[in-house]
């Protein structure tokens, strides 16, 4: 088993990478090209996915003994 460690700056860089790349989806997202859905939506929908995403991945990284206060 390997041992992997992320220090605290680079969990937060990570998050603010994942963040920007859900803010920046809808620019070219599927949801507007293909839906009725409005840009609002669609952003909506790309915020919430961040949420859920940051969550989980937060719960996980505490899981393993992260502290991810901020």
Known sequence: MKVILIEEARFAEVMTLIRS???AMPDN???RQHT???EQQVKFAADEMFRKFNF???RWAQS???SCVK
């Open 21 to 23: 790349e859900c803010l």
């Open 56 to 58: 989980h991945f937060v």
């Open 29 to 31: 997202c599927y949801l």
């Open 36 to 38: 009725g859905l409005t």
């Open 64 to 66: 393993h003994g992260a």
